[in-house]
């Protein structure tokens, strides 16, 4: 049966493979529609109708077209309440609160960081711009404070909003994957016991196994 | 019990504060000074762990990141007040969509700016008009998108007033006054109407009159 929603972008870019997790742990289905960005399809004037600012994803169903993964998550959980993890993004309005809170804390704390280490220690060589070394400091600093942090709150409850998985982790599988795998910057995360204890789990969940064999099974294009 | 708002001199604060006003919810404030460290307090750091501005507490809950604390009570309060999240699922997501575009692409930009002229003594930092240019740049490519946005709809989601436009009230105010780029706003035609909009609300007005910015 042709489903009417789909995704637009590659699986290997964080922030569609932050939706594909919302998506699977939601149980719904989808189509995901390729974009090619080596290529800059994403730039290209009939994508840039669907997202003005030329960045993946684009979320469309029957009633919407929706950009921003974050954004396209909430609406997820929204519209599909009923099924799949129902607990995803909470059962009351405290526990909504608690993971927008967190949800909104890895936005603005621990995405600026990353989103720079990954950038200066993969795709910087890849575009054969010179590395940084200052700037990758800098992050690194800010970036282990970031995670002092997420060690305390990880003492104490189990995961980040509460003692479910929620939205608020899942957002923290795209970047941390690159991080520990790509990046060679495992040790920020398993150095700190309770943070380490966490990203064994969440990168553990079979969803996000399936997300990591989407990416890998995709042919890896040069820049 | 009154929810307690923490930092109402500052711009992050007054984000939930204009969302309290719009929603006709009774508050209270606490004064904390940022730029004098008493954001690293022991007693600030259990409400506000990573240390920034701001948190509220309301009975025995607390909540920070000033969006989180905006749809919370967006939420919470949806039968009085004015309607910040639209009336349909769809105009809700549009609402979120806009909130994060704010949060992603107007905020990292316009915050540093304010951080490297308004308040540049106050954080230690020496201007870097090479870092000023890029950002002024970056900003402008973001306001290029919202002309073309705003040029179809009378407000970011859509044709009505929500979280997402007042989400840009705090740190807009500071792009009109202080920053000295106004032309970003005004050299755009409905960019510009818009902000004369949103700003001129009284909710708005009424929060800069209450709670100056630090001087």
Redesign the interface.
């Known amino acids: 049966m042709a489903t009417a929603v789909k995704l637009y972008g590659p699986p290997l870019s964080a922030a569609v493979s932050r939706v594909l997790a919302c998506l699977l742990e939601k149980d719904v289905q989808f189509q995901l529609i390729p974009i090619n960005l080596a290529r800059g399809e994403q730039k290209k004037p009939d994508y840039l109708k669907l997202q003005?600012?030329g960045q993946v994803p684009v979320f469309q169903d029957e009633?919407?077209t929706?950009?921003?993964s974050?954004?396209?998550s909430?609406?997820i959980c929204?519209?599909y309440a009923n099924q799949g993890n129902k607990g995803l993004f909470g059962t009351n309005?405290?526990e909504?609160?608690?993971i927008?809170?967190w949800?909104?804390?890895e936005?603005?704390?621990f995405n600026?960081p990353t989103s720079v280490l990954l950038f200066q220690l993969t795709l910087a060589l890849r575009m054969k711009i010179k590395q940084d070394e200052n700037l990758i400091k800098q992050n690194e600093e800010k970036l282990e404070k970031?995670l002092d942090?997420y060690e305390?709150?990880l003492g104490e409850s189990r995961y980040l909003a509460g003692d479910e998985f929620t939205l608020a982790d899942l957002s923290h599988l795209p970047m941390t994957q690159y991080l520990v795998n790509a990046c060679d910057r495992g040790e920020l995360f398993t150095s700190r016991k309770n943070v380490g204890r966490w990203w064994d789990e969440i990168s553990s969940r079979e969803t996000w196994k399936k997300v990591v064999e989407m990416q890998n099974s995709r042919p890896r294009r040069s820049a | 019990m009154v929810v307690k708002v923490y930092g109402p001199a500052f711009a992050s604060s007054k984000r939930v504060i204009v969302c309290l006003v719009e929603k006709e919810i009774k508050f209270e404030v606490v004064d904390i000074d940022i730029f004098k460290g008493e954001g690293r307090s022991p007693d600030y750091l259990k409400l506000q762990p990573f240390g920034l501005l701001p948190v509220i507490r309301d009975g025995d809950y607390t909540l920070y990141e000033s969006r989180a604390i905006i749809r919370y009570y967006a939420e919470k309060y949806k039968s009085q007040g004015t309607e910040l999240f639209g009336n349909t699922m769809e105009e809700k997501g549009k609402v979120e969509q806009w909130l994060e575009v704010e949060a992603h692409n107007f905020h990292p930009p316009i915050y540093t700016l304010v951080a490297h002229t308004v308040f540049s003594s106050k954080l230690g930092i020496t201007p870097d008009q090479n870092v000023i240019q890029e950002n002024e740049a970056k900003l402008g490519k973001v306001l290029d998108i919202y002309e073309e946005r705003l040029s179809t709809s009378k407000y970011l989601a859509g044709d009505f007033f929500s979280l997402a436009d007042l989400s840009h009230l705090p740190f807009g105010h500071y792009l009109i006054n202080g920053v000295g780029k106004e032309y970003l706003i005004r050299d755009r035609k409905h960019v510009s109407a818009w902000w004369d909009v949103i700003s001129n609300r009284p909710s708005w007005k009424k929060v800069i009159q209450l709670f100056p910015p630090p001087t």
Do not use: C, H, M, T
Request: hydrophobic share 35%; charged share 30%.
């Open positions: 003005p600012f009633s919407i929706l950009f921003e974050r954004a396209i909430r609406y929204d519209k309005p405290s909504k609160a608690s927008d809170q949800l909104d804390a936005g603005q704390n600026p970031v942090v305390n709150r």
